[in-house]
């Protein structure tokens, strides 16, 4: 298993002030399908549950988690594979004001808890 962390905060490196709404894509570099359950939190809050499968069938089968709006509050976006090394998974965020774009975080911004 390995557990993926994403947090915005008030001043924080992602500043939740300015982010409405998030998009996230998962995919997967191996040749192991994989299931992802999504969780987003506003502190103790669970706002977003997902659980998708990642087919590596077809090169490029990716789960979409569209429009997921945060209002502009302090989340943690967490992400739960059934894949023992994380090297095989990308997840891209694109954050989002007003439907316009406001960046584009991917796996390297996610803290690996597991």
């Known amino acids: 298993m390995s557990v993926f962390h994403l947090n915005a905060c008030v001043n924080g490196s992602i500043d939740s002030r300015y982010i409405q709404s998030f998009d996230v894509v998962v995919s997967s570099t191996g040749y192991e399908d994989f299931d992802v359950l999504t969780q987003a939190y506003h502190g103790p809050r669970l706002f977003l549950l997902n659980l998708h499968h990642v087919d590596t069938t077809y090169p490029g089968n990716q789960a979409f988690i569209t429009n997921v709006q945060t209002n ?16 095989f998974t990308t997840i891209t965020i694109t954050v989002k004001n007003q439907g316009n774009v406001l960046a584009v975080f991917g796996t390297e911004h996610f803290t690996i808890v597991g």
């Open 72 to 87: 502009y509050q302090p989340f943690l976006l967490q992400l739960i594979t059934n894949v023992n090394n994380p090297s």
